[in-house]
């Protein structure tokens, strides 16, 4: 079970890759900006329960490798990472307001991809569930009609 987490009721691996990108693509994350988003995204991953197993800020993108807690949905991750993020480096780097008018920092929109185990992997553990499972039916039967 290892890679696997556990909340109250549930056992679980969810894991995301994600990537999005700052509006007009513009090379803002550098230097101080990019040591304070990854503050930022560090304690809202924090906040979420979501750990971080891998993440890199380029100056024009941010990728995310997390393991999600199942009661977040991917679209209610992003959400909060890109919409909190920018509200506080809009307010820690007011000179960001000089490119970015109104309240967005981030483009619309974002890459997901789920990660974990591969498709063959998971067929083959569902066959051997049934596999099993029609053994241990047949095993009932060959002891009921023995009795």
Known sequence: MQ???KSSHAVYRCEYHFVWIPKYRYQVLVKDIKARLKEILTELCEWLDIDILEGAIASDHVHMYVSVPPKHSP???????????????????PELNKKYWGLHIWARGYFVSTVGIDRDVIRKYVKEQQDIHIR?????????SSE
């Open 136 to 144: 241990e039916e047949q095993l009932g039967l060959w002891r009921d």
């Open 3 to 5: 890679g696997y987490r």
């Open 75 to 93: 679209s209610h991750v992003m959400k909060i990472l890109k919409g909190k993020s920018a509200e506080y480096l809009r307010r820690d780097y």
